[in-house]
């Protein structure tokens, strides 16, 4: 990670509720119900479940969720019209390490 990921990473985690998602997807399977499809929670939560738990508009949540997978906290699966999104474990591992190096 290079000091301007970081910057962009931090940026996104500026918000309360985007430090709630990543959150909640640290474990999908006890912070949402079971998804419809026959995809695992534990690979992506239904973009619907995200959005009913924040409590704030669509697409408020979508802005969110675009800017979070932008910067790579977030990996987004697609199947058919459905949208699921999860945590990319190695870029918050990455950006925690840059702290923790950085931090002097």
Same mark, same amino acid.
């Given at each position: ?5 970081? *910057?962009?990473?931090?940026?996104? #985690? !500026?918000?309360? =509720?985007?430090?709630?998602? /990543? ?5 999908? &399977? ?19 479940? *995200?959005?009913?738990?924040?409590? #704030? !508009?669509?697409? =408020?949540?979508?802005?969110? /969720? ?5 910067? &790579? ?25 840059? #702290? ?5």
């Amino acid at each position: 990670m290079n000091a301007k990921e970081f *910057i962009e990473i931090s940026k996104c #985690l !500026s918000n309360k =509720t985007r430090l709630d998602i /990543l959150e909640w997807l640290k474990d999908p &399977e006890g912070n949402f119900p079971p998804n419809t499809t026959a995809m695992p929670n534990s690979e992506g939560v239904c973009v619907t479940y *995200i959005h009913e738990k924040t409590g #704030l !508009s669509q697409s =408020t949540v979508s802005t969110y /969720l675009s800017n979070m997978s932008r910067c &790579e906290l977030l990996e987004m699966k697609r199947v058919g019209k459905w949208t699921y999104f999860k945590r990319n474990e190695a870029v918050i591992k990455a950006f925690s390490t840059y #702290l923790l190096d950085n931090r002097d």
